[in-house]
């Protein structure tokens, strides 16, 4: 995410955008107010978004980022080499596809659960089921973000908030209505594919409670 910004987000999706360029941010310069190196990756996207301004953060495939500038029909954003080596940004090419969501305001109605934008991980889908007119996945997630799971939880794949149907000490299971497949790039998941997880942050100050007791 941008140096020195917290933002929030609700794991609702509300666009799908399209890369159109991917290019590398070099120097040593230093952050602002942290001394983070400004090295990266920059990303522009297009997207149906109106508004949008400069500094602003916006999740992409669940990363919390900073928008740098606005062009026509898109923006740009600027993932820090903190943020590309913990997630797959570094791995993305022009014409992928990404589920975007703008940063939640105080008015704005909680639709999914509360998500960082802060990626924990990479988790891997280890299978795939059609059961009805639901899809059914199998994901290999990192312990980070088992250790937090319960069922019935919020886990955010790939900035969407869903609900964990299941879970085992290697893997959490998800499912997905129609809707969320044809509104989202999840629709065509496949085993073998590999998308950003965020644990539900709620689970993470249980955690962290627990363990300061102890």
Same mark, same amino acid.
């Given at each position: 995410?941008?140096?020195?910004?917290?933002?929030?987000?609700?794991?609702?999706?509300?666009?799908?955008?399209?890369?159109?360029?991917?290019?590398?941010?070099?120097?040593?310069?230093?952050?602002?107010?942290?001394?983070?190196?400004?090295?990266?990756? #920059?990303?522009?996207? =297009? +997207?149906?978004?109106?508004?949008?301004? /400069?500094?602003?953060? %916006? @999740? *992409?495939? !669940?990363?919390? &980022?900073?928008?740098?500038?606005?062009?026509?029909?898109?923006?740009?954003?600027?993932?820090?080499?903190?943020?590309?080596?913990?997630?797959?940004?570094?791995?993305?090419?022009?014409?992928?596809?990404?589920?975007?969501?703008?940063?939640?305001?105080?008015?704005?109605?909680?639709?999914?659960?509360?998500?960082?934008?802060?990626?924990?991980?990479?988790?891997?889908?280890?299978?795939?089921?059609?059961?009805?007119?639901?899809?059914?996945?199998? #994901?290999?997630?990192? =312990? +980070?973000?088992?250790?937090?799971?319960? /069922?019935?939880?919020? %886990? @955010? *794949?790939? !900035?969407?908030? &869903?609900?964990?149907?299941?879970?085992?000490?290697?893997?959490?299971?998800?499912?997905?209505?129609?809707?969320?497949?044809?509104?989202?790039?999840?629709?065509?998941?496949?085993?073998?594919?590999?998308?950003?997880?965020?644990?539900?942050?709620?689970?993470?100050?249980?955690?962290?409670?627990?363990?300061?007791?102890?």
């Amino acid at each position: 995410m941008g140096i020195g910004q917290a933002a929030m987000f609700t794991g609702i999706v509300t666009a799908v955008g399209r890369g159109s360029a991917v290019a590398r941010k070099g120097g040593k310069g230093r952050g602002r107010g942290n001394g983070e190196g400004v090295n990266g990756l #920059l990303l522009t996207i =297009r +997207a149906p978004y109106k508004g949008l301004k /400069p500094g602003e953060s %916006i @999740a *992409v495939n !669940g990363a919390c &980022l900073t928008v740098e500038r606005v062009v026509r029909g898109g923006f740009t954003v600027h993932a820090v080499e903190t943020t590309t080596g913990r997630t797959l940004l570094g791995e993305y090419a022009a014409g992928r596809r990404v589920n975007l969501e703008r940063a939640l305001r105080a008015a704005d109605r909680l639709g999914g659960h509360f998500v960082q934008g802060h990626v924990d991980g990479v988790a891997e889908v280890t299978r795939a089921e059609q059961r009805g007119d639901a899809w059914v996945y199998d #994901l290999r997630v990192p =312990r +980070a973000v088992r250790e937090v799971a319960i /069922p019935h939880g919020a %886990i @955010a *794949v790939d !900035g969407v908030s &869903l609900t964990i149907n299941d879970l085992a000490p290697d893997f959490v299971q998800i499912s997905l209505i129609p809707f969320t497949r044809r509104h989202t790039t999840l629709g065509t998941l496949r085993v073998g594919d590999r998308v950003h997880v965020e644990g539900d942050v709620l689970g993470k100050y249980v955690r962290q409670l627990c363990s300061t007791a102890t």
